[in-house]
């Protein structure tokens, strides 16, 4: 079903992946390097080959057996193909996994975009023999389906059942849905390693010395006001001497996914995404609405409390990251980092303890910034006959070590979930957050818990405060300017200047009369991967980040096997929808009410700030 559904970026914290403004500081030299051989030796391994000839040929007979027959079989039969299919499935993903992590840690080496180009090519021409499962699960009538579920061996994969069969109103005949397939590695796969490659390419000159844009990125979170402006301007003019090329990108992918949305009869955009993550419009549009009725008690107020601190009548866009006065800018050991977030996960449960330590001991972490390397960081689950990967760029900042909480979540949720098997381990986007924010606030609690020093304890407040206006704020503010964009689209292609005009006013809203926003941050919208990738992806960090201010909330008043229920939560992986998985901790995401919850928090913490 992969040309129904739209595509999902490695899972990654909002603050730390499409928004990598962090803290600069020299790579250290003891940092991990990951280990691909639990996937594969090489691109040259011969396991490798055989695997995709092994897969060619089972998917050839897998669509020689059932293509036409589905109606036909019993419920012990279709059972039977679902586990054939899986298997068939995790094999592809288990090449293209592979290909993706070493694209990921060096996009800018030619064999290895070679090699990528090449294996999705292969990829995508061996699911057109498997696409036909989906399509032809979703023309089974319900009674006759409902009849084979009674069978236990089918009932086992009815979560799955249920979640393809969502997509029936949007399905298309099979030939066409088979040239969207193909065509995909021509279309907007093309499109998005066209705006990968440039990214890495990029080059930006400072201090008499070319570096990645990731890394002058890093420096708008330096102490110096003056290196951060010009780390800034040096930053918007490389994007605005490229920004034809990333406007044509980003013009071209809004019209490809308007044509797919017509075509299939989604309502608007944003409708796709919320169906694949089980959502319903109207749970995102409480969301929205609540964060943007929000942004005067939460952004404006707590930047107006930052420009106060640093003595500015106004921030800048540069200022935004900026360390606060007095910050302290030691940088902290990967060693030390890895203590830190040990002793919150253990302090919480020593069984959530051991996963991590499983991350930390093995060569699963890639975590040097790195020329050519992705920006920001992710985990990626690969496939449960493997283990997931976890991506960084660590510069040894306190941001950094929230990264690697937050990240070390995500592959708990991961390890945890792919007890499920390959087809339902996967989590919708708007739970995929809950273990990574969840895992970023033990640390977080643990590390404020033991301050005893009150202007430490201030700018750790701050901290979180920032990180959290970056995951829920900026991340909602992103989808208003996606949802604008993709709207005027419609209406034919918009200029550089019209996009550039949108981020402006989305920016302004959204953080408020603190900040003087010039027109060379107009350009700032052309970096962020998530828009390439992935529309409207991003508020899946804000449902996230509310949900687990709402959730911690629980566990902090003792709610009675919190920890059991929790590790059950992250076990499901994508076999129950969030009523469900919310409903033993009391929460309900559909009752409006429960996003105030969550930014209560938020403000709760600014109100502390507020009062020293």
């Known amino acids: 079903m992969s040309s129904l559904r739209p595509a999902a970026p490695f899972c990654g914290a909002a603050a730390h992946s499409s928004d990598v403004e962090q803290a600069a500081a020299a790579p250290q030299a003891d940092l991990p390097r990951w280990d691909l051989s639990a996937l594969y030796a090489g691109m040259d391994d011969p396991k490798l080959e055989a695997d995709l000839l092994q897969a060619a040929e089972q998917a050839r007979a897998f669509c020689a057996r059932y293509q036409g027959g589905l109606a036909a079989l019993s419920g012990a039969q279709l059972a039977e193909a679902l586990a054939t299919f899986e298997a068939v499935e995790e094999k592809l993903g288990r090449a293209g996994s592979y290909a993706s992590l070493l694209f990921a840690a060096d996009s800018s080496d030619a064999a290895i975009s070679r090699f990528s180009q090449s294996m999705n090519e292969r990829l995508t021409t ?13 023309r089974l009538e319900e009674k006759d389906l409902a009849a084979k579920l009674q069978d236990p061996a089918l009932a086992h994969w009815q979560p799955y059942l249920r979640d393809v069969r ?4 949007h399905q298309l005949s099979d030939e066409v849905e088979k040239v969207f397939l193909e065509k995909s590695v021509t279309g907007a796969q093309a499109w998005c390693r066209l705006f990968d490659e440039t990214i890495a390419a990029l080059r930006v000159t400072l201090d008499g010395r070319e570096m990645t844009v990731g890394e002058a990125l890093n420096r708008l979170s330096d102490t110096e006001r003056s290196v951060r402006e010009q780390a800034g301007k ?4 490389v994007f605005n001497t490229n920004l034809r090329l990333f406007s044509l990108i980003t013009n071209t992918l809004a019209k490809d996914k308007s044509i797919a949305d017509g075509l299939r009869h989604y309502a608007r955009p944003t409708s796709s995404r919320n169906l694949s993550n089980m959502v319903e419009d109207e749970v ?8 943007k009725t929000d942004y005067p008690r939460l952004s404006h107020r707590y930047y107006a409390l930052k420009a106060r601190w640093m003595g500015l009548d106004k921030l800048e866009h540069w200022d935004r990251n900026a360390p ?6 030691r940088a902290i050991p990967w060693a030390e980092a890895k203590e830190i977030v040990q002793k919150a996960y253990d302090g919480f449960d020593p069984r959530l303890g051991s996963i991590i330590n499983t991350f930390l001991s093995n060569p699963w972490i890639d975590a040097p910034p790195v020329p050519g390397k992705s920006p920001g960081a992710f985990a ?5 006959s493997a283990h997931p990967y976890i991506l960084l760029n660590y510069h040894g900042r306190i941001r950094d070590v929230m990264t690697l909480a937050h990240e070390l979540g995500h592959g708990v949720h991961q390890v945890l979930a792919a007890r499920q098997g390959y087809l339902m381990s996967d989590t919708p986007l708007t739970l995929a957050e809950t273990a990574s924010v969840f895992g970023e606030m033990l640390t977080f609690r643990s590390l404020l818990d033991a301050q005893t020093d009150p202007q430490r304890r201030k700018l750790l407040l701050a901290a979180k405060v920032e990180d959290m206006l970056n995951t829920v704020v900026r991340q909602i503010a992103f989808y208003d300017f996606e949802t604008r964009v993709h709207d005027e689209r419609r209406n034919g292609e918009l200029l550089p200047e019209r996009i550039g005009e949108i981020w402006r006013a989305v920016q302004t809203e959204s953080l408020g009369p603190a900040f003087n ?11 962020i991967p998530h828009f390439i990738h992935s529309p409207f992806y991003v508020y899946a960090y804000a449902f996230g980040d509310c949900l687990v201010n709402a959730l911690y909330r629980v566990y902090s008043e003792g709610a009675e096997g919190f920890a059991d229920k929790y590790l059950a939560m992250l076990e499901a992986g994508g076999t129950l929808r969030h009523r469900e998985l919310l409903a033993p901790f009391g929460l309900d995401a559909s009752d409006p009410a429960f996003w105030r919850k969550g930014l209560d928090v938020i403000s709760g913490f600014i109100d502390e700030l507020e009062r020293d």
């Open 380 to 384: 990626h689950p690969t496939v449960p």
């Open 517 to 527: 926003f010039t027109s060379d941050y107009d350009v700032f919208w052309a970096y």
């Open 284 to 291: 995102v549009d409480a969301l929205v609405s609540a964060v």
């Open 324 to 329: 606060l006065p007095g910050s302290d800018e």
């Open 166 to 169: 969502m997509y029936r109103d």
């Open 234 to 237: 040096a930053v918007g003019a």
């Open 126 to 138: 061996i699911a057109a023999d498997l696409l036909f499962f989906g399509l032809e699960l979703n």
